[in-house]
């Protein structure tokens, strides 16, 4: 079982919204990822962590922003929800050098 | 930019018919292949192949990388219903932040 936890598992909210998904994991690891995910589609980077203080943005341009003030917790934030931000949003870890990625259940996000 | 390629991109079969799922890649630096099954919700971990570990096995499940050809296949025989999903072909190359791509996956449904 994933030690790496999303909240909430879905959201439906209206357009001009500030909405945080939550990321947090248990594994006490130093890398965190954030992907976006559309129905079919492939996996795409929006946003890394080596670690604490440490975020950096992904191949994906994404206007969501985050945080690592703590290793366990890696919260992205999106200060004025858009109906292009409609996806699935899935959070991972990652320990050791050469470690396979935990994601967690990710956070399905509808903007009305 | 690393790219992976996988292929069919979907595929019916029967119960208890074998199945092979095709990845192949380009990528910086390679460090591993990573192999998750997608179910309805996070992708969840399956292999792991490095230069050190080209083929591993799990009961019905096995992958074999070509290091040469810059590719891997995953087995299935005597599929069940059980094994429809997305499986997700990941690679990863070296970088402080083992930056990690997925291809599109193989959306696989058994069939009684």
């Known amino acids: 079982e994933a030690d790496i936890y999303q909240t909430p598992r879905y959201l439906v909210i209206g357009t001009g919204k500030k909405i945080t998904l939550e990321c947090s994991q248990t594994?006490?690891?130093?890398?965190m990822y954030w992907y976006q995910q559309d129905p079919g589609m492939e996996l795409h980077l929006i946003h890394y962590?080596?670690?604490?203080?440490?975020?950096e943005k992904g191949d994906l341009s994404s206007e969501s922003t985050v945080s690592r003030i703590r290793t366990e917790h890696f919260p992205l934030t999106l200060e004025s929800a858009r109906p292009s931000h409609t996806s699935q949003y899935l959070c991972?870890?990652?320990?050791?050098?050469?470690?396979?990625?935990?994601f967690g259940n990710g956070t399905r996000l509808t903007v009305t | 930019e690393d790219k992976v390629v996988q292929s069919p991109l979907s595929l019916v079969v029967h119960e208890g018919d074998t199945v092979t799922l095709n990845c192949s890649y380009e990528?910086?630096?390679?460090?591993?292949l990573l192999w998750y099954k997608q179910e309805k919700k996070a992708p969840t971990f399956l292999f792991m192949l490095?230069?050190?570990?080209i083929e591993k096995k799990s009961g019905r499940l096995s992958s074999i990388l070509d290091k040469k050809e810059l590719s891997s296949i995953l087995n299935i025989t005597a599929t069940q219903t059980g094994d429809s999903a997305i499986y997700l072909c990941?690679?990863?190359?070296?970088?402080?932040?083992?930056?990690?791509?997925f291809g599109t996956g193989t959306k696989l449904q058994v069939i009684p």
């Open positions: 991972a870890s990652r320990g050791v050098v050469n470690s396979p990625l935990h």
């Open positions: 594994m006490g690891h130093d890398k």
């Open positions: 962590s080596y670690g604490v203080n440490s975020t």
């Open positions: 990528v910086t630096n390679f460090r591993s």
């Open positions: 490095t230069s050190s570990g």
């Open positions: 990941a690679v990863s190359g070296t970088g402080g932040y083992q930056k990690v791509t």
